[in-house]
């Protein structure tokens, strides 16, 4: 399976000798799914040349054209769900339920939001701030957008990038990840059949050091947004700054959940457990350290170790199935390696910690695992494992629990759960993250924006605050005066008026020309 570039599948520029191959691996399997051809320099400059190509055209379609376009294409993909859900659980390892309940309609209804969002770009009103002046907003198109997405919502990634670019009317090139490239393929196609021009998005897949790089730092990419971990996007904002890029960054969480003594203890239990466990836990989002407060420490481990263990690994597309595989054997020995250090260091691993076998042992799986007695500063607490795991940790008082969440370097999310009005408001005030949920965790909206904090980047996915990152906001002024010289230019031209004149002698607005204007 090859690139899409400019309207269509293309071989690779190197040829198609088979050397610059990818198995797109099932993880639940470890079978291959597709054989994808990986792009390099020349793949990615061909597809930025596809996209410099198109923009004009697509940056001067009126709104209406390109909602039209996205209302098409959501129409197309509410069609096709089914199959798109199933390349999805088969190349992420996801359980079905999840690609059919929540990534592929989540994506429709992001398709949706962003065909009536392309509409609405907003701005301040146009007015005379000056008095002299009539100033105005336009809010332009920021050119090629080079966009690169990671492995554990691959279509999802996809449409927070595209959605909002292309609305706005930039044209892009998005690489997915390696290891999961085909439903952004689709994506790309049902845009093309919805009527989007050849070039205005394009897909190269390719490796991150090769592919990735060469699109951040192409010359003609005018912007980079990147999804993925804190490290990358460190290396990916130090390549786009030789050319001065705009980058938006949505990067790694570590997300809090802070119980405090008067929450409801079995909605903070189901939340805690579905909030780490979704998508085998690779969710920036995820529920990856809990501070309970101390009178419900002891009910909640318990109720969290219980819950746990009714959790059903399996085959993805048994829809009985509650949690399916990590994404490759290597994540699955990142996870593992994890968990053993933090046993190595003292801490308790109550449920889970081990790689299951028998069935199960063909597909990169891991228990679903709850620790405690992990020190705040261990790095099962401070940094992201990207699995099922969940550390459990008690405190004392509110500052207490407030400090312990806010005492990480990432600041995606975080959850609070309390049935007091003033401990919630004081929690969603004081915690650094992009959201703060309160008695519950995961939930996103289409209306609402998605960004971090601190080492979780910068920049909103979603909502119509993505606009802010994918267009340019250009003031034009008008002089409404009609007069040659100026006020002002009493700042430049010694002959103007006085400068030690008091304010209030100013001529107004509706007489501003200065002595000897001869206006028009
Ligand atoms: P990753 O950083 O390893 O890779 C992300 C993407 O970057 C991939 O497409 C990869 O090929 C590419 N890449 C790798 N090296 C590159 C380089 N040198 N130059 C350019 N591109 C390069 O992340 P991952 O393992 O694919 O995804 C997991 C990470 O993504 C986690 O840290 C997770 O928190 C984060 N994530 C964040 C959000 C968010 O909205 N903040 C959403 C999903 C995932």
């Not at 701005?123 to 002299?132: C, I, L, R, T």
Request: charged share 20%; with cysteine; aromatic share 8%.
């Amino acid at each position: 399976m090859h690139q899409f570039i400019a309207g269509q599948r293309r071989p690779p520029a190197s040829g198609d000798d088979g050397s610059e191959r990818f198995d797109v691996v099932d993880p639940a399997t470890g079978q291959t799914v597709e054989t994808v051809s990986l792009a390099g320099p020349a793949d990615v400059a061909a597809a930025v040349a596809a996209a410099r190509h198109a923009f004009p055209e697509w940056s001067r379609a009126a709104p209406v054209e390109r909602a039209a376009v996205l209302t098409r294409l959501a129409a197309l993909l509410e069609e096709r769900a089914d199959d798109i859900a199933c390349v999805e659980s088969r190349q992420t390892g996801k359980p079905i339920r999840l690609s059919t309940g929540f990534d592929v309609p989540g994506t429709i209804d992001n398709v949706a939001f962003f065909a009536g969002a392309a509409r609405n770009l907003d701005g301040k009103a146009a007015g005379e701030y000056s008095g002299d002046h009539t100033s105005l907003i336009r809010r332009e198109a920021i050119g090629v957008v080079g966009s690169v997405a990671p492995w554990n919502y691959p279509l999802q990634m996809a449409a927070w990038k595209v959605l909002p670019a292309i609305a706005a009317g930039n044209t892009i090139v998005l690489k997915p990840a390696e290891l999961t490239p085909l439903t952004a393929l689709l994506f790309a196609e049902a845009a093309a059949e919805a009527g989007l021009p050849a070039g205005v998005f394009n897909v190269i897949t390719g490796n991150g050091p090769v592919a990735g790089e060469a699109l951040v730092s192409h010359p003609d990419v005018d912007m980079v947004s990147f999804t993925g971990s804190s490290a990358v996007g460190r290396r990916v904002m130090a390549l786009a700054a030789a050319t001065a890029k705009r980058v938006h960054l949505e990067l790694g969480g570590k997300a809090p959940f802070v119980v405090f003594d008067d929450a409801d203890l079995e909605a903070a239990v189901h939340g805690a457990v579905a909030a780490s466990l979704i998508n085998t836990g690779q969710d920036c989002t995820a529920a990856t350290r809990a501070y309970v407060q101390r009178p419900l420490y002891d009910a909640f481990v318990a109720g969290v170790a219980d819950l746990m263990g009714t959790v059903r690994l399996g085959d993805p597309f048994d829809v009985r199935t509650d949690q399916g595989p990590l994404i490759s054997r290597q994540q699955q020995q990142r996870v593992a390696g994890f968990v053993e250090r933090a046993r190595d260091a003292g801490a308790k691993v109550v449920r889970g910690g081990a790689v299951p076998d028998g069935e199960l042992s063909r597909g990169a799986y891991y228990e679903p695992t709850l620790v405690i007695d992990a020190h705040q500063r261990s790095e099962i607490v401070q940094d992201e494992v990207f699995g099922p795991v969940l550390a459990v940790l008690p405190f004392d008082s509110d500052d207490q629990g407030i400090e312990l969440a806010n005492d990480s370097p990432y600041g995606l999310a975080a959850s609070a759960w309390t049935r007091d009005v003033f401990r919630s408001l004081r929690a969603t005030r004081e915690i650094s993250a992009g959201c703060v949920w309160v008695n519950d965790h995961i939930p996103i909206i289409s209306e609402m924006p998605h960004g971090g904090y601190k080492s979780s980047g910068f920049g909103k996915d979603m909502s119509a605050y993505s606009f802010e990152e994918y267009t340019n906001v250009k003031h034009v002024m008008y002089d409404a005066t009609a007069v040659a010289r100026k006020t002002w230019h009493r700042t430049i031209f010694h002959d103007g008026p006085d400068l030690s004149e008091p304010r209030d002698r100013e001529p107004s607005p509706s007489n501003a020309t200065a002595p000897g204007d001869t206006g028009r």
